[in-house]
């Protein structure tokens, strides 16, 4: 999120690249900018994580090793995070081009942001976490699954 606010202020502050994009730089960014980006960065962001977590849950469900379950989990959700994230930064670059500015900070903001968690964050930092966390990743205490329901991700 900062890193996405950073190129908008990059952008729409200090005007880099106003010209490409067709605007004048206004010097500030718009004020409802930060709770509205912030708030649909969260949400974009939790299905990576469903995704990736949820199929090395599975793994390790299914064979009881950490290590196996991170690579297997990214085997099968990587691909499925890169082509959505893909797909949505796609999407939103192309508000980059509408003629109202705020669409244009929209589409810079959402787009960088889901650009650098689904890459750097979902398909590198997370998996390199589980991998160096091991079992300690899926340990929860006794009486945290004693009060939740029982539930298994493998098939």
Do not use: C
Not at 104 to 113: N, P, R, S, Y
């Amino acid at each position: 999120t900062a890193a996405a606010f950073g190129v908008a202020k990059l952008i729409f502050q200090d005007g880099h690249g106003a010209s490409l994009l067709g605007f004048t730089p206004q010097g500030f960014l718009n004020g409802w900018g930060p709770v509205f980006f912030f708030a649909m960065i969260f949400a974009i962001a939790m299905d990576y994580t469903v995704f990736l977590l949820a199929t090395a849950k599975e793994h390790y469900e299914r064979t009881g090793d950490a290590t196996t379950a991170m690579i297997d989990g990214l085997a099968h959700s990587g691909r499925v995070i890169f082509a959505a994230a893909a797909v949505m930064v796609a999407v939103f670059f192309t508000f980059a081009l509408a003629d109202p500015l705020p669409p244009k900070e929209m589409g810079i903001i959402l787009g960088v942001a889901v650009l650098l968690d689904a890459v750097l964050i979902r398909l590198i930092l997370l998996p390199v976490l589980l991998r160096l966390t091991g079992s300690a990743a899926w340990w929860s205490p006794v009486w945290l699954r004693k009060a939740l329901p029982s539930i298994s991700f493998s098939h």
